[in-house]
Nanobody, 124 residues
Framework: QVQLVESGGGLVQAGGSLRLSCAAS????????MGWFRQAPGKEREFVAT????????YVADSVKGRFTISRDNAKNTVYLQMNSLKPEDTAVYYC?????????????????WGQGTQVTVSS
């Protein structure tokens, strides 16, 4: 049984930082790419960041480029999303996802397991 458990969300002022964590179990974590997506109220879920199996290749959405960084620790079966210079428009529920393969992808269909989500609220 694959489980993904996100943590680290919360309320932060604009300009602040948060680090999200996603702990995975039930599958050989180091074989697969991971991704972060988010869904704001009234909007569709959107891609945020992805990382390949080794951590050597990453890609982030243009909207967060230069502010968000994705990383992973395969020894801890955990992927992280470091979020700096947060803006009110970053307010959303953030989801981590486990990929179907080892390579990065921006597409939801490339991921087959999802966490329950963690709320991030950025106040102005």
């Amino acid at each position: 049984q694959v489980q993904l458990v996100e943590s680290g969300g919360g309320l932060v002022q604009a300009g602040g930082s948060l680090r999200l964590s996603c702990a995975a179990s039930g599958r050989t974590f180091s074989n697969y790419a991971m991704g972060w997506f988010r869904q704001a109220p009234g909007k569709e879920r959107e891609f945020v960041a992805t990382i390949n199996w080794s951590g050597a290749t990453t890609y982030v959405a243009d909207s967060v480029k230069g502010r968000f960084t994705i990383s992973r620790d395969n020894a801890k079966n955990t992927v992280y999303l470091q979020m700096n210079s947060l803006k009110p428009e970053d307010t959303a529920v953030y989801y981590c996802a486990l990929g179907r393969s080892s390579v990065i992808s921006t597409l939801e269909g490339s991921y087959d397991y999802w966490g329950q989500g963690t709320q991030v609220t950025v106040s102005s």
